[in-house]
């Protein structure tokens, strides 16, 4: 469990000695070169990027005397009475069971059946949803056809899932790129990861009539015998679920917009690929940046830079923000067949957008600056497509800070004091650095200079707070009083320091045969955290839902809420609400100070 990037990045950094760490900590966020590549001078006569040029990847540090909080909940916090648990996908459970988790899982299949039996509903519905849920797609078409072949119909959901399935699940991508399939105990690793979100979404419902198709989202346990079925077997399968959804006249949603995309993907058209995403949002559905995935893998492939650009136009034109993913397609099509401003572009709003890159991105820009012949268009002048920093550097100081501005042409007099030997046309070339030191008060030698510092001022965090409230309100429709409530609660209760984000701490590493939401892990987060930082407020946040679990109807767990609530250190968001506006309201409203527990 991450506690945010932040504290990730700063974690590798060989500064991690306390009394450096507090000094550190004082700014709001550092850019760190811990994993971005840095372009400097090697003779002979060598370029150097400016750190405004080459995306000096930062992590936002935090104040790291994040708390524990020391007031209550209101009285609208009580709990709800018990009522029976409405979702389908058997109670919650920590995963321990008696009787181990395939036992449990037995248990819950049969209990599945009874269930679907008194509803007058097919029993093989139990079935087929635990062929999901080993990721058997052969067992699960088998179990599809014979409910058609005795005239039974399939809810959307549960296509959905099939669709899921034979799209290759998480390893889609690596059917798409033609990559070596994982197997086995990998496999089941990036299942786990894939099915974070999927998982948290079940938390996170608009209502909870909705819990079936949760409950059908595939889970990463893979069975060792199940051999993962070739491309054309997923073709195969997913023509013949589109037949039916045709034919059966289910209106596709978001997630088959998905599955169908995905499917286009492994048929290596990208074009056909961005058309249903862009379908999705033509009809009204939510498009999330995963819909635009498949298209960006098809056109890396095809090394298509212009196709990824407009990508990313559409991407900003529906006002999503590209994550660490969307900016890699880009990065990986630049590298592939891109020019160096356009590679420069890219880098400058990744400095602004991520805190740090994982070692995939990274690899991504040193193969641009170690092996593509585009990265040495930077030594062009500026008005030809090179960097500025550069070019302002083979000036003489005057002619610099004409160009450039003092502050630029300073820098520039630095690097062309460091490397004035000597240097020819045609000569110059890029060292890509690793593993370089960023000092307590921000400096880096490898980059010669002083990393910048970036703040917001307070009413800018207060403008960010009331526009997520905004949104938040928006969102929730008609329910945007709901809202209204908690923002109230927030101000007579608030500001916190440490928001933990419940459903996500509960469903982390339960992506497995016999997991499920574990009020331990929730519990023991708050402990840590209360013991760690014993002098901050802590408040967790949880769907109201979750409080109906039959798990929380144990002596343990009411014990632990009960003293929650009396620090008023627990909110419950309401049905119909996506908490995930709650916690990031409160994580704005603690500005400078705050620390998000999730892994969202």
């Known amino acids: 469990m991450l506690f945010c990037g932040r504290a990730a990045a700063l974690a590798r950094a060989p500064f991690w000695q306390p009394p450096a760490f507090r000094k550190l900590i004082a700014c709001t966020r550092l850019r760190l070169l811990a994993y971005a590549p840095v372009a400097e001078p090697v003779p ?196 013949e679920l589109w037949s039916y959804a045709g034919s059966a006249g289910l209106q596709p949603d978001q997630g088959t917009y998905l599955g169908l995309a995905r499917w286009e993907a492994l048929k290596g058209d990208g074009q056909a690929a961005l058309r249903w995403a862009e379908e999705c949002g033509n009809n009204n559905k939510p498009v999330q940046l995963r819909l635009f995935h498949p298209a960006q893998v098809c056109y890396c492939l095809a090394a298509d830079v212009a196709a990824l650009e407009r990508i990313d136009g559409l991407i900003a034109a529906r006002g999503l923000d590209n994550t660490e993913y969307e900016f890699a397609r880009l990065v990986e099509g630049i590298t592939a067949a891109g020019s160096y401003s356009q590679m420069r572009a890219v880098l400058l709003r990744m400095q602004d957008d991520l805190n740090q890159l994982s070692p995939s991105t990274a690899a991504y820009i040193t193969d641009f600056f170690e092996r593509a012949s585009a990265a040495q268009q930077a030594f062009l002048p500026a008005d030809q497509g090179g960097c500025p920093g550069l070019a302002a550097a083979n000036q003489p100081p005057a002619a610099a800070e004409a160009e450039a501005g003092a502050g630029e042409a300073a820098e520039a007099r630095t690097e062309a004091r460091a490397e004035a030997s000597g240097r020819g046309a045609g000569e110059r070339r890029w060292r890509v650095v690793r593993g370089v030191t960023v000092e307590a ?152 100070a705050g620390l998000l527990v999730s892994n969202d």
Request: proline residues 5%.
């Open 441 to 592: 008060g921000g400096r880096c030698e490898e980059a010669g200079g002083k990393l910048r510092v970036i703040d917001l001022e307070d009413s800018e965090w207060d403008a960010f707070a009331k526009s997520i409230a905004e949104l938040a309100r928006k969102n929730m429709g008609n329910r945007g009083s709901d809202f209204d409530a908690y923002v109230e609660w927030f101000e007579r209760n608030g500001p916190y320091d440490i928001l933990v984000d419940a459903a996500n701490v509960a469903f982390f590493g339960q992506n497995r045969e016999g997991g499920g939401f574990s009020w331990e892990q929730i519990q023991d987060m708050y402990l840590l955290l209360s013991q760690r930082f014993p002098n901050k407020k802590i408040l967790v946040m949880l769907h109201k839902k979750r409080l109906n679990d039959p798990e929380a109807r144990k002596p343990d767990v009411q014990a632990f809420l009960e003293r929650l609530r009396k620090r008023r250190s627990f909110y419950y968001t309401p049905p119909g609400a996506n908490d995930d506006w709650f916690w990031l309201y409160a994580c704005v409203k603690a500005k400078q």
């Open 44 to 239: 002979p006569p060598v370029g150097t990027l400016s750190i405004g040029s080459l995306a000096d990847l930062y992590a936002l540090d935090i104040d790291d005397d994040t708390a524990i909080m020391d007031s209550c909940n209101s009285s609208a916090q009580d709990a709800p009475a018990p009522k029976r648990q409405r979702t389908d996908d058997g109670p919650a459970t920590n995963g321990h069971g008696r009787d181990g988790p395939a036992a449990k899982d037995r248990a819950q299949g049969g209990q599945r059946q009874h269930k679907w039996a008194k509803r007058g509903r097919d029993t093989r519905i139990g079935d087929l949803m635990m062929a999901v849920k080993h990721n058997d797609l052969q067992t699960a078409m088998s179990i599809f056809r014979s409910m058609l072949a005795d005239g039974g119909k399939v809810q959307l959901s549960l296509v959905n899932s099939l669709l899921y399935l034979a799209c290759g699940g998480e390893q889609w991508e690596r059917y798409a790129r033609g990559l070596p399939l994982l197997t086995g105990a990998a496999a089941a690793a990036a299942a786990a990861e894939g099915q974070a979100a999927a998982a948290d979404g079940d938390a996170n419902a608009e209502a909870e009539g909705k819990a079936e198709q949760t409950a059908t989202a595939p889970n990463a346990t893979t069975a060792a015998d199940v051999t993962p079925p070739s491309r054309e077997e997923l073709v195969s399968a997913l023509d």
